[in-house]
């Protein structure tokens, strides 16, 4: 589960790989004139198809190799469709596995030292510090397609400082499972819950209506947002100017706070790895979780999905949202070759294989049509909470916000401290790292 992993437009550039190209070393493979594409006798795109090719067609390098980091999930996938990629470019492949939470810190140590893989898969929270220490080709050859065809909450989300970073792959929120046996029918609202709990909770033999990681800000963020906080201003590119105790903030936590009454325990004691027993064993009615724990309930409860309880007055619940991307590693000695993979691999076919083999949600437009999707009950479920999120901001000052804001939401929980000054002391000790980070 655990890589955790979230709307605004981005500007187009165009022209930067040529910047790059005219002014990157000699030393540095993937800031060369190697990036510059070359005319090519044949076009083959991302699904095979050969069509005339056009005088600037992308050639992979002479000799091309690949290595892909991976996590261990989609392993699988990649190794596939790397199989089928060396068939249409004649360019090798090779999976490493690597959790997507780990890959930015490995690329920042490994890419200089032209250890890291051509291509990462990670999530787009971490392309700010990826992309502010240039350890990332943005997408450009393709950015024309990318755009066009990929959901708009993906492109912001793969996009740093108005540049395009990210091939996107899939999209990723949390919503709430419930088990179909212990409750018929799913909760629109809060107070729905409540009035569940009332007849169900039982927590002297460990039943309980409902459960989320309630000091893991992930999972608080609704709270922040769903009453018009936020957590940095601008659609989460503007660090300057922190929202994570504004009016609309504060209400949220109130709300947050008051549901102690039906979930008595401390944040300590709710850990993933507890809520995701107790609903397995038919104790836990309701399960905020995310599509990585499909595959843990599929085949032992009988369960549905559907959209966070609305907050009073029916207001949706705002989740966080994250956004897979494929990114070429700027130090890669086959930048064109890696560009072409990413392209690949992200191309609508390619993502609905992925979907078939690992039960990922598309992150293309043209996915969402598919019947495949729309007749799955899971996918869906997700898919219409993820309308209703925010993408995780991937500036570098978000660093500073994880764990100021779970202190906070262990305080306001455990503690019942007082929401408005906790919130406000919190703000400045977010603040005051940032500054010193600067």
Known sequence: MKDMKKKSVAILVALLMVFLAACGSSQNSGKNASNTPQPAPVNTDANGNQNAADDDELLPEEGAKLVVWESKEEKPFIEAIGKKFEELYGVPVTVEEVPGGDQGGRLATDGPAGLAADILTMPHDHIGPAATAGLILPNDYFEEETRATMVESAIIASTYNGILYGYPKSVETYALFYNKELISEPPATWEEVIEFAKSYNDPANNKFAIM????????????????????????????????????????????????????PLNTGDITWDVKTQLFTDGKLAMNIDGPWAV?????????????????????????????????????????????????????????????????????????????????????SGFFEQFTYSHPMPSIPEMQNVWEPMAAAMTTIWNDGADVRQTLDTTANTIKQRISSSN
């Open 212 to 263: 989320f990681e309630n000091g893991n800000f992930y999972f608080g963020y609704p709270f922040v947002a769903s009453y018009g906080g936020y957590v940095f201003g601008n659609d989460g590119s503007d660090g300057s100017d922190l929202g994570v105790n504004t009016e609309g903030a504060v209400k949220g936590f109130e709300v947050f706070q008051s549901l102690k009454e039906i979930l």
């Open 295 to 379: 595959s843990t309930f599929r085949d032992q409860v009988d369960f549905g999905i559907a959209p966070l309880p609305a907050m009073e007055d029916g207001v949706p619940s705002i989740s966080f949202s994250g956004v897979k991307s494929y990114y070429v590693n700027s130090y890669s000695k086959y930048p064109n070759a890696a560009r072409l993979f990413a392209y690949f691999a992200s191309s609508l076919e390619n993502q609905l294989i992925n979907y078939e083999m690992t039960g990922i949600i598309p992150a293309h437009k043209e996915a969402g049509e598919d019947e495949r999707i729309k007749n799955d009950p899971i996918v």
